[in-house]
């Protein structure tokens, strides 16, 4: 029996994600670097054949949005939407940031406040909390 596969597109935006999160460790770490790469690309590699294996981005299921689901990769969370045959990887981020106030970032075009992998903030509010 044929199995079925997937074609998984990185959009424009998750690859940006990527080469800035390999950037950054990369600057300190040039083999680590590379090793988070490798990672994150064969847990994508793997939606070819698996694409319903990661789980609906709980902050957006919280407000009736399910059509968005994710791939841990710690500490990285890599977010897709499935359309058809295709899966379209939409974002990697850090998953020690506010994944509602990155959204927000990006819907409205505001800059974001701290650099992409600054986890000060969110712990801060937590506090505040």
């Known amino acids: 029996m044929p199995r079925t596969t997937h074609k998984v597109v990185w959009t424009e935006s998750a690859a940006l994600d990527l080469d800035a999160i390999v950037r950054f ?5 040039p083999l ?12 994508t590699d793997g939606f ?9 981005v709980p902050e957006l299921a919280e407000n009736g949005i399910v059509a968005y689901r994710e ?26 940031r506010d994944v ?17 992998y600054d986890v000060v903030a969110k712990r801060d509010r937590r506090k505040k909390k």
């Open 25 to 29: 460790i990369a600057a300190d770490a």
């Open 32 to 43: 680590n670097a590379r090793k988070v790469l490798s990672k994150i690309r064969g847990a």
């Open 48 to 56: 070819v054949r698996f694409p319903e294996r990661g789980r609906v």
């Open 71 to 96: 791939l841990v990769v710690r500490p990285y969370r890599i977010v897709y939407r499935m359309h058809g045959r295709d899966v379209y990887i939409l974002t990697v981020i850090d998953g020690r």
């Open 100 to 116: 509602e106030d990155l959204l927000l970032e990006r819907l409205t075009c505001r800059p974001p406040e701290s650099r992409p």
